[in-house]
């Protein structure tokens, strides 16, 4: 974190350095020259128009095709539109979150039988990487997951991971852990045939590791944003029984159903206001808070000479709550995303260019329905007024934790 910061926090410090004028705002980072991107035209320049000026290290999950479901593919855009099989493998989707969602009902009712009050995670983070895990590779994780979140957890809280996800980026004495992470990604890969497997351009190129590494971090990414997403968004709802009301009244327009029917998943117009609720609390509180890019060559950005090597963060965080682009930047107000009247690049929870979120279309969608199938059945409040607070790390840690009061909807 930047050492010239004194005191603050990286959030404060990122968000005192942004009430600058200038577009590009310069500061020591552990003793390197580093610049905090401060306007949505030269993010857009650093993600997506120049994008080639810096480095941006590929990402293997299009290599993982050979092993992926067709649901799978659908989620990260790996299936054309207009292939016929698009339309099966969005069914397929929404039949597991579908699933998925009614399971979660049934384990928040069976912990309502002892208190009312639920802590979020990390039991969103093991019922998510479940849901992503069937949706991905068509695997059952639920034995699973408690030990890989956890694992993952914690190498997050001892920044034990720098940007990289693999095992080489870990300490010699986590390996171990790494290795009890790899038993479950394992069973994804034996799930395979393994001629499938060995003839795999990945595997025979890099062999084992950056195999495993590719479905991990596509594991991660994946979970680890969607089930921080709704946290953030449960928090800010539960606040705002107006908002509740209203997307309630929204999930009962299609009359016939007792349960959500699926289609409305597919209908934009009947979770309007779920949508916006989802992007209102994206924007206030973005799981990927900071995206981090190295020059490949000096580059001049605004005003400024940027020389190779040195470090450009892109600050989702600052610029999503920038009174420059956004009235009442600080209020939870879901309707203003009715109208797109903020510049392109001051919303960006998803980055942008090429390595923009494969998933941004699909997560929106499911986490508008999973918001909406909470809602339907259970109004949500919090009796405790203490304030969560963030805890920017990787992603935008809720802390110490987001608890929620569930109560019947009678
Ligand atoms: C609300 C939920 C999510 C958020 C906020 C989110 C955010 C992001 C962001 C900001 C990036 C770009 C990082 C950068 O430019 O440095 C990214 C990349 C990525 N995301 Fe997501 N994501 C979410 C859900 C998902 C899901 C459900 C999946 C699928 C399993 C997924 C898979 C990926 C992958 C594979 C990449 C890497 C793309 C690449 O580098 O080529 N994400 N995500």
Redesign the pocket.
């Known amino acids: 974190m930047p050492n010239n910061s004194k005191n603050l926090g990286p959030l404060e410090f990122f968000s005192s350095i942004s009430a600058s004028d200038s577009d590009l705002v310069g500061f020591d980072q552990h003793g390197n020259h580093t610049w905090l991107v401060n306007s949505p035209e030269l993010a857009k320049r650093v ?1 997506a128009s120049e994008q080639s000026s810096f480095i941006n290290p ?2 293997e ?1 299009p290599h993982l095709r050979s092993i992926l479901t067709d649901e799978g593919k659908y ?2 855009k790996l299936i054309d539109s207009r292939n016929d099989k698009s339309s099966t493998a969005f069914k397929k989707l929404q039949n597991k979150l579908f699933n998925h969602t009614s399971a979660l009902i049934l384990s928040i009712e069976e912990k309502l039988t002892t208190n009312k009050s639920i802590e979020l995670f990390p039991f969103l983070k093991e019922w998510m990487m479940v849901l ?1 895990a069937d949706i ?1 590779f068509d695997v059952d994780a639920s034995p699973d997951a408690k030990e890989f979140v956890k694992t993952w957890d914690i190498f997050e809280k001892n920044s034990l991971l720098a940007h990289e996800t693999s095992a080489s980026s870990l300490l010699p004495e986590h390996q171990q852990e790494w290795q009890s992470c790899n038993i479950f990604v394992s069973k994804i890969i034996q799930k395979y045939k393994y001629d499938r497997f060995e003839n795999h351009k990945v595997y025979q190129r890099d062999g084992y590791e950056v195999f495993t590494t590719a479905i991990t ?3 991660l ?2 979970y680890n ?2 089930a ?2 709704l946290g953030w968004t449960l928090d800010l709802v539960r606040k705002d029984a107006k908002i509740q009301q209203k997307i309630f009244q929204e999930t009962q327009l299609n009359k016939d159903s007792s349960n959500i029917e699926l289609e409305q998943i597919a209908d934009l117009t009947n979770l309007k206001l779920a949508i916006q609720t989802v992007k209102e609390s ?1 924007r206030l509180y ?3 808070w900071l ?2 890019r190295t020059a490949l060559l000096d580059i001049k950005l605004g005003e400024h000479r940027v020389f190779e090597g040195q470090g450009v963060c892109v600050c ?1 965080y600052t610029l999503q709550r920038s009174p420059k682009y956004w009235q009442k930047a600080d209020r939870f107000l879901p309707q203003r995303f009715a109208q797109s009247n903020h510049p392109e690049f001051a919303f ?13 279309g ?3 969608l ?2 508008a329905y999973m918001i909406s199938a909470l809602l339907k059945k259970f109004k949500i409040t919090n009796s405790s007024s203490q304030p969560v607070a963030i805890w920017p790390l990787i992603s935008l840690k809720p802390f110490p934790n987001i608890t929620i009061d569930f109560e019947y909807r009678d």
């Open positions: 993600l590929t990402h999950y989620l990260l992503l991905l971090r596509t594991l990414n994946g944003g969607m921080t997403a994206l973005p799981p990927a995206l981090n989702p960006i929870p998803f980055g942008g260019g090429s390595r923009r979120c494969p998933a941004a699909t997560s929106l499911m986490l």
